[in-house]
């Protein structure tokens, strides 16, 4: 009886599984004949497959509980038997429900679907606190469980309680409705399937962009079969995928040398979560805009990628981001901490988040003593976390030996969502008193949000002050290098998108610089240039007398080669970049989805024909440097 209830549960449940599925067409931008047929296709058979799994584990928590071993432990309470059942089989297709929701709502701020970006970040010590969101938000989210959970309850209360649903719907509930729909779900799989493989051969978009609407599609491909029926392959263009995993990773690719006769310069590097280019002004942060006029302000800098992980690796060690994976599998540090470490700097690192996420502390820092690692305190807001980093980064300068050189490394995490600040700081009103990532309006006025972050930026400035005045009273100015910057930008849907991580439009990748170095003059920069330049900078400075190219892909910022184009890396994408146009680069020779070439300021480009053509050169360029470190 019960298996019988299950099964009907399953159908109910795949059919509000694809109601749920049907927000999702939302996505779908495609045009032609076959691609919505592929889309009808996809919604049928992941509905039927979503809500599968529930049905399994309840059956199979059916076959469990009534195992006559087990009769003892229910013999004083025999509905406790259906109760777990049931209760499997609700939790598993809520879960369902839940999975498919937030996959939708990452996909409408990001334009990715939980990925294994996701998954690093929920498994990942200190990932979760990454997110610092609000009580509202922990709330709305606990709300929206609570409510799939009840809609899945309600519908076995239907089943069990309304005993004639089946005589309603005799053909839906009987053998021949379950053959009927086995059949339909088998010609659903083979129609989309082979349409996306022939797609796939053919490099025919509509299909490719449909199948990224949708969550855990399994992509499939037959090349041989369709050239063996007489099918021309479509031309996908160039692929800039390097297989790393083959490889052993080669960084530096010679030993890097220092002059012993070079001066041993201090460095303080201040970098800035989600500081993007146009904060950095003089009404909103006055005291940082002063440094910059008496140092050398960058106008036209590029991270290294769109999130924290690329931009803080790009910016330490002047590779692409593709090479943070076999970092990461190599524990392998940036080679500049090799300078500081090996040179007798005393190191003292400091963040207001967590060295763990990113693996900070088993990449760029994986030579650093824990000891010299300091972290945020969980739960604390990000701007407190900062006065506290800044107090303690002041305290290791004060009291340091005063005659070795110094090398301190401090994150900020104030402009980081939800943009929390001390009121002192308000200088932008009104502001959200709030930021509720699952209820804001994304489509709506997001003034009051993007207040909250100019009012965080603000407060960033009042701590890079404290750290610029304490360096004049104690006259170390004359003999330290200062680096201001972010990791990366944000952006309020400005490009159609919230927040970073998801495209490489301005917003997301452009960030201030301001370098003040010993000897150097006040200046203004309005060349492109990038965090992969950051480190030879500094190793330049530090006396390396290796040139660049032995150790990272970027320019000494000081020196005499411009920088022709940069590129910014994503988890899973690549982008070129050359001051006129910006390219999406797949690093699957048939991924039309993310072959998007616009102009650099992320505005539609007339003939992209004509870009790829005659930036053939360039981008042979940066497929020889996508395996110079490897080998």
């Known amino acids: 009886m019960r298996s019988a209830i299950l099964w009907r549960y399953y159908a109910l449940s795949a059919a509000a599984i694809l109601v749920n599925l049907l927000f999702n067409l939302a996505f779908v931008r495609s045009s032609g004949a076959v691609a919505p047929l592929f889309v009808i296709a996809v919604l049928l058979t992941e509905s039927a497959l979503f809500a599968l799994p529930a049905l399994l584990l309840a059956l199979g928590a059916d076959r469990l509980v009534s195992m006559k071993r087990l009769d003892g432990l229910f013999a004083n309470a025999p509905r406790a038997r259906p109760a777990v059942v049931y209760a499997v089989a609700i939790l598993g297709t809520a879960a369902v429900h839940v999975f498919v929701y937030f996959d939708r709502f990452i996909l409408s701020l990001y334009g990715y679907h939980l990925n294994g970006f996701v998954w690093n970040l929920l498994t990942t010590r200190g990932g979760v606190d990454a997110l610092a969101s609000s009580g509202s938000t922990k709330l709305t989210f606990a709300l929206i469980v609570t409510g799939f959970a009840a809609l899945q309850a309600a519908l076995l209360v239907l089943l069990i309680r309304v005993p004639k649903l089946p005589s309603a719907a005799p053909r839906l509930f009987s053998k021949r409705g379950f053959v009927a729909a086995a059949v339909l779900f088998v010609v659903a799989v083979l129609f989309e399937k082979g349409a996306y493989g022939l797609s796939r051969y053919k490099v025919y978009g509509p299909v490719l962009a ?73 009404e909103i942060m006055p005291a940082t805009w002063a440094f910059a006029s008496g140092s050398t302000r960058f106008t036209r800098h590029y991270s290294g990628g769109n999130g924290t992980r690329m931009g803080v690796f790009t910016m330490f060690t002047g590779l692409y981001g593709t090479y943070w994976f076999p970092c990461l599998d190599a524990g392998r540090g940036a080679a500049v901490m090799d300078v500081f470490l090996d040179g007798g700097w005393q190191v003292d690192l400091s963040t207001s988040a967590m060295f763990t996420y990113p693996e900070f502390d088993r990449t760029i820092f994986s030579r650093v003593p824990r000891e010299r690692m300091h972290e945020g305190t969980p739960g604390v807001p990000g701007w407190q976390c900062d006065r506290e980093n800044v107090t303690r ?15 301190t490394f401090m994150f900020f995490e104030s402009p980081h969502g939800p943009y929390n600040f001390p009121e002192e700081c308000a200088i932008r009103k009104p502001y959200a008193t709030d930021l509720n990532y699952l209820a804001m309006d994304l489509k709506g006025d997001l003034t009051p949000i993007k207040n909250r972050y100019v009012n965080s930026c603000r407060h960033l400035d009042t701590q890079f002050a404290r750290v610029v005045a304490f360096l004049g009273e104690q006259g170390l100015l004359d003999s330290t290098v200062v680096i201001l910057t972010g990791d990366h930008g944000e952006e309020f849907m400005e490009k159609g998108r919230w927040g970073h991580a998801s495209e490489f439009s301005e917003e997301q990748v452009r960030v201030p610089l301001v370098v003040r170095a010993p000897g150097g003059k006040a200046a203004v920069v309005d060349r492109m240039t990038s965090h992969l330049d950051l480190a030879p900078t500094v190793m330049t400075l530090l006396g390396v007398t290796n040139p660049p190219e032995d150790y990272s892909l970027g320019y000494d910022l000081f020196g005499s080669v411009p920088r022709e184009f940069t590129i910014f890396s994503g988890w899973e994408h690549l982008a070129y ?55």
């Open 577 to 631: 970049a050359d001051g006129k146009v910006k390219a999406d680069l797949p690093v699957k020779s048939w991924d039309l989805v993310h072959r998007k070439v616009t102009t650099m300021d992320d505005g539609p480009l007339a003939d992209k024909a004509a870009f790829w053509e005659q930036s053939r050169p360039a981008l042979l360029k940066v497929l020889k440097d996508l395996g110079r470190f490897l080998d």
């Open 210 to 282: 449909s199948a990224e609407a949708f969550p855990l599609y399994i992509p499939c491909q037959f090349h041989s079969f369709a050239k063996a029926l007489g099918f021309e392959e479509g031309k996908a263009g160039p692929s800039f995928k390097v297989d790393a995993s083959t490889r052993r990773l080669r960084y530096p690719r010679v030993p890097v040398r220092r002059d012993p006769a070079a001066p041993k310069l201090n460095v303080v590097w201040l970098v800035a979560e989600s500081w993007r280019w146009d904060m950095l002004d003089p």
């Open 393 to 407: 980064l002041l305290e290791f300068i004060g009291k340091r030996d005063p005659s070795r050189p110094f090398m």
